[in-house]
Nanobody, 115 residues
């Protein structure tokens, strides 16, 4: 079965950086586009970034363009999100996701940006 396991969240000061990772299993990782979403309590889950299966094309939410970078290592079945210049409004639970017949989600990792 499809499993996605995120890691790398934590508490960081404004202006700091974090790198999130997501390991996928139960599917052929290199065949599928992947994405990162985030959610704040009481709000809809929003798309942060996406990447095609080869890694050759990416897209970002306007709010993170120029600060976040999505990438992947297919040999390691791993998706990354490098987050720089973090701001308090980036505080959220971050989820990786894949669509394989239906959308699958990881368990999420908390990112808190606060001084």
């Amino acid at each position: 079965q499809v499993q996605l396991v995120e890691s790398g969240g934590g508490l960081v000061q404004p202006g700091g950086s974090l790198r999130l990772s997501c390991v996928g299993s139960g599917f052929t990782f290199s065949d599928y586009a992947m994405s990162w979403y985030r959610q704040v309590p009481g709000k809809e889950r929003e798309l942060v970034a996406g990447i095609i299966n080869s890694g050759g094309m990416t897209n970002y939410a306007d709010s993170v363009k120029g600060r976040f970078t999505i990438s992947r290592e297919n040999v390691k079945n791993t998706l990354y999100l490098q987050m720089n210049s973090l701001q308090p409004e980036d505080t959220a639970v971050y989820y990786c996701s894949v669509v394989r017949l239906r959308r699958f989600w990881g368990q999420g990792t908390q990112v808190t940006v606060s001084s």
